[in-house]
């Protein structure tokens, strides 16, 4: 089943476009790596799917966007559908807000109160993102003071704390270190069970342990969609496909 | 065969080269640091040769006391609380609506005409001269409003005068805050008024207090603004009283008791107006002191 459909989508930076017109669809349960070398349009491609790229004001799009088949330029609640998606940024940001309030923020936005309904999703989103055991104990101080590798998990717990059903992870290792990164690989594999899982990665290594189907974006258009399998086995179509796989260029 | 070892004379030896890069280096830094020390003699000076002159006259009873003998002798209490009371009501006005329009312009505006339009007034508003406001809220507020000369209008005229500047300092406070905290919560699904909320205005407050408190100081000094709108050459009021005006009322000001002390008024005792002078300058150096230990106390509590 179809969990994200994208059509024809083109992005365009003023008169610079950087999406041109690409199509995929994203099934339910599965994890979805996209790779491709810097500037291929990965992280434009994720703003679309949320529509944060509306606070990005010469930003213009095109194409359609469907998440759950809900065109996402028509949809009545633009907040909902954010809420619906989790969004994972490459560098860990933690509010300058306690550690309880980086996690209890998106469902206080969302307008919960009840102090043990927010208890109980920030042990869920901190013991999910696997940094429960480290912080249960200061759950007041500030989630700024915490190092990079927890506060990227701190990133994802608060994610996680929308309740979405989709999880969009954007580069999420390229700040951390390589026990913190495996740690996060398995908090995903888990996720996987309840969610589906969109992985932007620029390792390829990463994307062939952990994903299902593989995109290969390349200057905003795509090379290639098949099984990780085919992609990583030397099986791929594309010539460019395997030359970027096999790390002959990016 | 091995390897000749690389020739090791000459890589830190002091070439002339290195010499006058060095000689560069130190004159540069002389001339910074003196020009850098030479901006506290003015002040030193002006603060020292006012007090010195002021001396005789200053004490708390000269605060307090009201001016005696037709200006001649006495105290400033009149032109002293009219100046708190010009102060505080036009940054009571121009701080909530200069903030929000900050905040609008600078987490909400989308670049259009209209808010090109915006900017560009507050940029010239700012640099607009004082008399110009003055002439300007003498006939908007004196005679357009019908407020007549009052506290109300000089207020007023004040709080024009200080918006665009307030406006600005603001804008740059929100701007210190990473766009990156913005972005984490817009992901999340809140509003860009929870985000605002939550995160931008907590952490720009010092930045945003400090330019409003600086702005007090300038306030204070302006003389032509209230001169045309509702400071008057004298008042009686009595020693002491808090609340000697009401906002219909004209009042004295520290600035224009100032001015019309040096020229206005003959056979003046000498030391009067410097020490008028001290008072002015010495509200404002408390003011701006707390300003600073305010920032201090806020920048403790950065959160990043």
């Known amino acids: 089943m179809k969990r994200i459909e994208v059509q024809g989508l083109r992005l365009a930076y003023d008169s610079k476009e950087v999406l041109h017109g690409i199509s995929f669809d994203v099934y339910h349960n599965e994890i979805f790596a996209v790779i491709g070398p810097a500037q291929s349009g990965k992280s434009s491609m994720l703003r679309c799917l949320n529509r944060t790229i509306d606070f990005t004001a010469n930003a213009k799009m095109s194409g359609t966007v469907r998440v759950d088949g809900e065109d996402v330029r028509r949809t009545r609640d633009v907040y909902a559908l954010r809420r619906k998606i989790g969004m994972v940024a490459p560098l860990p940001v933690g509010l300058p807000l306690t550690i309880y309030d980086n996690v209890a923020f998106a469902p206080r936005a969302a307008g919960l109160s009840g102090k043990a309904d927010l208890d109980a999703i920030v042990e869920r989103c901190l013991r999910q993102a696997a940094l429960w055991d480290e912080v249960k104990d200061r759950l007041a101080n500030l989630g700024t003071a915490l190092s990079g590798g927890q506060q990227q998990r701190l990133t994802i717990a608060r994610a996680l704390s929308h309740q979405p059903e989709i999880l969009c992870l954007d580069e999420f290792s390229i700040a951390i270190d390589p026990v913190t990164t495996m740690r996060i690989e398995d908090v995903l594999k888990e996720l996987r069970r309840e969610m589906t899982i969109v992985l932007v990665t620029n390792l390829t290594q990463q994307a062939r342990r952990l994903s299902d189907r593989t995109m290969f974006l390349l200057d905003g258009e795509v090379v290639e969609i098949d099984r990780s399998d085919v992609i990583f086995s030397g099986a791929a179509k594309s010539k460019r496909t395997k030359d970027y796989v096999s790390g002959v260029f990016g | ?304």
């Open chain 2, 1 to 304: 065969m091995a390897l000749a070892p690389a020739p090791t004379t000459g890589r830190f030896a002091r070439t002339p080269h290195v010499a006058r890069k060095e000689r560069a280096e130190k004159l540069a830094r002389a001339v910074f640091a003196a020009m850098a020390a030479a901006m506290v003699v003015p002040l030193l000076l002006i603060v020292g040769y006012l007090v010195w002159l002021a001396w005789p006259t200053l004490s708390l009873e000269f605060i307090l006391d009201v001016p005696r003998r037709g200006m001649t002798d006495g105290g400033i209490w009149p032109a002293f609380v009219g100046t708190l009371y010009l102060v505080g009501l036009s940054l009571l006005v121009s701080t909530p609506i200069g903030v929000m329009a900050a905040v609008y312009l600078n987490e909400y505006a989308r670049d259009n005409w209209f808010n090109r339009v915006v900017n560009l007034a507050v940029i010239n508003l700012a640099g607009v001269p004082s008399i110009v406001h003055a002439l300007f809220g003498l006939g908007a507020f004196v005679y357009a409003a019908r407020f007549g000369y009052s506290i109300l209008s000089a207020a007023l005229t004040l709080a024009i005068m200080t918006l665009p500047v307030i406006i600005a300092s603001t804008r740059e406070a929100l701007a210190s805050v990473p766009i990156a905290f913005r972005e984490a919560c817009w992901n999340v699904g809140a509003t860009r008024w929870q985000t605002i909320r939550a995160v931008v205005l907590p952490n720009s407050i010092s930045g945003i207090l400090t330019g409003v408190i600086l702005q007090v100081s300038r306030a204070a000094g302006e003389t032509a603004p209230v001169m045309f709108t509702g400071a008057v050459f004298y008042k009686s009021v009595a020693r002491g009283d808090l609340f000697p005006y009401a906002l219909t009322d004209q009042c004295m000001a520290l600035s224009m008791h100032l001015y019309t002390l040096a020229t206005q008024v003959p056979n003046v005792k000498e030391s009067l107006p410097y020490a008028t002078a001290v008072v002015l300058l010495g509200s404002v150096l408390v003011v701006n002191a707390s300003a600073i230990a305010l920032r201090v106390f806020l920048r403790g509590r950065k959160k990043w």
